[in-house]
């Protein structure tokens, strides 16, 4: 097999490590991220590394070069419920195997490769994104160690399950002071390369993301018996909330909002629903208008709440500024592309990505991998071999234009 081959074969054989038979669910510190994290462990020695597991639970593997410097490469190993078996491994594998390409012709960089697997991107057990990647950068917090899952264990006693100390995070946290960058390869999870007709991109920024956690509470009744000038519905309201989070989506260019989840109480045919749960989701690459729309989304809880006397509770969960990548690294990438034959598309990621936090430590660079239909976070996510072939030969070429800068 040639590099892209392998590459692509080692996705196929990471997406058999699942908790669930039959799709792909990799939760934290899960057996099933274990054993995914014992076979890349091998395949990171194949390629000349010397590797080693933090309290977390990333895989920090690291090849030497002649320098003092330090370029950080990777992606992440954890996965969505139900996940495609390309975002997040294939930034390891494509990274694994640029390093075996200097280690098979002992070529040493002057600088040293420092490969990157984190154990938690997604969130999908503790609602903890980019866990990995905040231990990493220093900003972990230690709050999150008491979230629990919905066994009821808690993040503490899983990281310990997993060989990790939670009270030694702090020993996670990376000096930045003799690294150049963080360089992750990641499918696009959009159409756009498609449409264009191009295997790769240039990512300039990530968008900027807030999270909320929204709770109308009204009052129960029985479905046959309460006149409807009487009731105080929170499904109703939710329903109304929900369509006044879709109107801000779309009058907002390049603005996203997403209700994704809701949860009604008590859930019954026969009975009004006194409680409805729900989360919010908002992205815009312009820090300004996120915040302004989150502020009026916000007030359209409360406006619509009062409005059929109900009450309603708003628990902020996330947020993250927008992150420009690095111009020297862009530049560096666009380079590369353009010596592989091939316009150097610049694109918003509206997906995030543990170089939001990385970008705390160093300047970030990330090179997009055309995906079919633009589909992620499911099983139909899909590349090819000759696109993942470009996207190594242009990170070899981007490690080569790095080195003689």
């Known amino acids: 097999m040639n ?15 699942t908790e669930e038979p039959g799709r792909i669910t990799r939760p934290y510190a899960s057996e099933s991220l ?10 990171m020695r194949e390629a000349g590394m010397a590797v080693t597991r933090d309290n977390v639970g990333n895989l920090r593997a690291r090849y030497d070069g002649t320098g003092r410097s330090t370029l950080l490469l990777g992606s992440h190993l954890d996965s969505v419920r139900n996940a495609g078996r390309y975002d997040g491994p294939l930034g390891v594998m494509v990274a694994i195997a640029a390093v075996r390409r200097l280690h098979d012709s002992k070529h040493r960089m002057p600088f040293a490769i420092e490969l990157l697997a984190f154990a938690d991107e997604e969130g999908l057990r503790f609602g903890t994104t980019y866990l990995g990647s905040r231990a990493l950068a220093g900003t972990f917090d230690e709050a999150v ?12 006693d899983a990281m310990r399950s997993f060989g990790g100390d939670p009270s030694a995070i702090e020993d996670d946290h990376r000096n930045g002071d003799d690294l150049l960058g963080y360089f992750e390869v990641h499918i696009e999870q959009g159409p756009v390369l498609e449409a264009r007709g191009l295997p790769v991109g240039v990512v300039e920024s990530i968008v900027g993301q807030n999270r909320f956690h929204i709770t109308f509470i009204g009052e129960a009744g029985h479905a046959g018996t309460v006149p409807m000038d009487r009731r105080h519905d929170a499904l109703v309201v939710a329903a109304m909330f929900v369509i006044a989070v879709e109107h801000e989506a779309r009058t907002h260019e390049g603005l996203v909002a997403t209700v994704g989840q809701l949860e009604v109480h008590p859930g019954a045919a026969n009975v009004i629903p006194d409680r409805v749960s729900l989360s919010v989701d908002v992205r815009h690459a312009d820090d300004q208008t996120r915040l302004d729309v989150c502020g009026r989304i916000i007030d359209h809880a409360h406006t619509l709440a009062e409005g059929r006397e109900i009450a309603a509770e708003v628990l902020p969960v996330s947020e993250h500024a927008a992150v420009k990548c690095s111009q020297e690294l862009v530049s560096l990438l666009t380079d590369s592309i353009e010596r592989s034959g091939y316009e150097a598309l610049r694109l918003t990621s509206g997906a995030g990505h543990d170089g939001v936090e990385v970008s705390n430590l160093t300047g970030i ?35 080569e234009q790095l080195a003689r800068r």
Request: net charge negative; hydrophobic share 50%; aromatic share 6%.
């Open 145 to 156: 160690l008491a979230h629990a899952d919905a066994g009821g264990i808690t993040l503490a």
């Open 34 to 43: 274990r054993r995914a994290q014992e076979t890349v462990i091998a395949w």
């Open 365 to 399: 660079a990330m090179l997009f991998v055309r995906c079919k239909g633009g589909v992620s976070h499911h099983p139909a996510e899909s590349v090819t071999t000759e696109d993942v072939e470009i996207a190594l030969d242009v990170t070899s070429r981007f490690l």
């Open 3 to 17: 590099d892209a081959e392998t590459v692509m074969a080692h996705c196929d054989e990471l997406a058999a490590f």
